[in-house]
């Protein structure tokens, strides 16, 4: 049965459909650790308890910019309009010729089977989404039983909250096994400095606990100023590249779900990582990358 398409939200901006070559080359095995796919909703429904409705962002076009901007892999992560049904995913992982990994999310009842299911698909990682915006939290103990489970996988969490929750949530983070990968720099606000205590006690939660890894990623999402350069977010990511260099990624975030204001060129963006990582050096780590993917 084929289900029509569904009407995207009226203030969502599609993706970019004709980026600008970058500038820089990626350097050879280089990964966008946190991208997307979404439907195509005739054949991928998304979930009836969804905060937004994105356009279709099939793997093929995905997979086209991921040769298009020189990356060799890609880290799918399961997006929230999707809730916990994967079948998006592993549809993408399935067709990827071994290039993708992905990240999933599930519910507390989720199988041994169905977990089996999704590592032998290619999955290495769960979500748990603590963005209200986006998704309704559950109970924390929910949260640490499946990352118990995925554990014994090999599998990494992967965390997604905005920086004014990391105190209530901080204990509750630490506490989880494993490595522990916070997206998008916790959603500083990067109009506060660089060097005060917001920023500190993120910085602080990485310095203490070296299971914890970032995403240097979204500064699309974070910025004030806006493109070409979001110049305000760098002094952010810079410092955590600079101090924690084998525990940071970077991904497009492609197609940039819930952008409202304008749609970054992923181009562009690629663009952007000579801005954090200075030198070479820096740009070339792959120690914590290949970690994340597995096998």
């Not at 350069?229 to 779900?257: I, Q």
């Amino acid at each position: 049965m084929t289900l029509p398409s569904m009407q995207v939200d009226e203030d969502w901006i599609p993706f970019n459909p004709a980026p600008s070559t970058p500038r820089y080359q990626l350097p050879a095995g280089a990964v966008d650790a946190h991208c997307h796919v979404f439907g195509p909703a005739a054949e991928f429904p998304f979930s009836p308890e969804r905060k937004y409705t994105p356009c279709d962002a099939g793997k093929e076009k995905l997979f086209a910019l991921r040769d298009f901007l020189g990356f060799e892999r890609n880290v799918i992560v399961q997006a929230t309009c999707h809730g916990t049904d994967n079948r998006a995913l592993v549809d993408a992982l399935q067709a990827s010729d071994g290039q993708a990994r992905g990240v999933a999310s599930v519910n507390p009842g989720v199988s041994d089977g169905e977990l089996a299911a999704l590592h032998e698909a290619g999955v290495r990682g769960i979500r748990f989404n603590f963005v209200r915006r986006l998704a309704d939290p559950g109970p924390e103990q929910d949260y640490r039983d499946i990352a118990e489970r995925v554990s014994k996988l090999g599998w990494h969490l992967v965390v997604y909250f905005e920086a004014e929750d990391l105190p209530l949530r901080r204990d509750f983070l630490v506490s989880l096994p494993g490595t522990v990968v916070v997206d998008h720099m916790g959603i500083p606000d990067v109009g506060k400095d660089v060097d005060g205590p917001e920023f500190e006690q993120f910085l602080r939660l990485m310095a203490d606990h070296p299971q914890f890894w970032c995403k240097v990623t979204c500064p699309e999402r974070m910025s004030k100023l806006g493109p070409p350069d979001y110049s305000d977010v760098v002094p952010y990511a810079r410092r955590l590249v600079e101090a924690f260099p084998d525990r940071v990624l970077w991904g497009t975030d492609w197609p940039h779900p819930n952008m409202k204001d304008h749609m970054p060129d992923d181009g562009k963006l690629v663009d952007y990582v000579p801005s954090i990582a200075v030198t070479e050096d820096l740009r070339r780590r792959r120690s914590s990358v290949t970690a994340i993917l597995g096998t």
